[in-house]
């Protein structure tokens, strides 16, 4: 009888090295295709009825269920992490909560119970991510799914004109991989703002991450979504105050003082000429007819101000609220435009008033980085702002199946439980010992 095979302790290491490596590859694919997913990247523009665009494909819902089954399973493999940033932000979890039992009052319980479940595994997906990885690994994650993304938008408009180019309405405006140019724009305006906080974190791709921010920038501008092309030169300009702030202490002073002066004129010029001002960036007045839909919403909003109608059901009621709405403004209003107004409209007061103490705790939090946090500090300041910057003309604000909610849950979750701070250079340390005096102290 021959004898067994023996195998030295280099070659186990070596056969569990590559046993490692192929299930982090596995994982980092399962997440790339996770975020492309959450960004409706393609399924919306090669699912949806243009002829009927309020028609809900069963296949375009179907689509999820193995992607829910999957964040169930990557929430059980990092369990203890998910209950430890669970309980460092209970705001979070009472935003959630409180989605959920609307299906008490909604004016459509299925629907809201069903939309409720989604958003209860999109924000248990930002949990997986923050949990998952640090501030750089997050970031480099999230920047190499917006190179994909800009790469197929390209690629569509262009090899596919009919998909990727919009033929009626806004002739010639790209939306590439998405149902509307404004989708586009705003995907790609968050691009440019998530390329620049990876270069930051890893300038050795420099030449990758800015490559990539061209890019996002380049299809904001194909987009024409004029929303899209201001949060993204916010995001720019943002960027390149960050970065004088942290390597010019002496011209700090100065440096807060003008974004002051220039965030006050902008605010007087708006009070004073709000056509003008609005003009100088291709808007008017009404906001491409926005503020028209707010006013017509505040009556729904009165009629039902403390707990809404229910989460995510407000505009399928063909007969109710949102009837009048349409009836009034003579056209097909498929959302509130607003992430206020919308979360008003499906969970009251009790819900905004919610959120709106998570996202001052989390604006607290990403600017207390600018005293002790390390390189994240882009991350965590400029992606509040582009978050809130997107909430006042879209829906961005509690979205199941929606990417902008994603990243807004796994950054709050990481600043909630006071995450290590990410240097290239330094040794990372908790957060509560990240004073200057401490982090010179130890070694590299």
Known sequence: MPAAPTYSHAALRQRNYALFGALRGLENVIFFVMIFMFSTALVALFLTDFNNPEYESPLARAIWYPIYVLVL???????PQLIRLAAFNPLLLICIVICCLSYFWSINPAVS????????ITTLFGLVLAARYDWSGLV??????????AIVSILIALVLPEYGIMQEIHHGAWRGAWIEKNYMGGVMAKGVIVMLCAFA????????????????????????????LLVALIG???????????????????????????????????VIAPEFTLGLIGKEPTLTGRTDIWGGLIASIEQKPLLGYGYGVYWLDPLGSSYYVRLGLEWGVPSAHNGWIETWLSTGVVGVGAFALLFIFTIILAIDRLRKGGTETYWVILSTVMFFAFSMSESTILQQNDLSWVMFVATSAKLFAFEKPFWRDRVRVPYFLTRRTDYQKLPV
């Open 73 to 79: 399973g990557l929430a059980l493999r990092c369990l």
């Open 113 to 120: 119970m069903r939309r409720s479940i989604a958003l209860l």
């Open 140 to 149: 480099q994650r999230l920047a190499a799914c917006f190179w994909a993304m």
């Open 201 to 228: 974190m890893r300038p050795d791709r420099a030449a990758l991450w800015l490559t990539g921010a061209a890019m996002c920038f380049l299809l904001v501008i194909m987009s024409t979504s004029k929303t899209s």
């Open 236 to 270: 720019i300009g943002g960027f390149i105050a960050l970065r004088v702030y942290r390597r010019y202490t002496f011209l700090r002073f100065p440096l807060i003082l003008a974004i002051l002066v220039v965030i006050g004129g902008i605010v007087s010029m708006l």
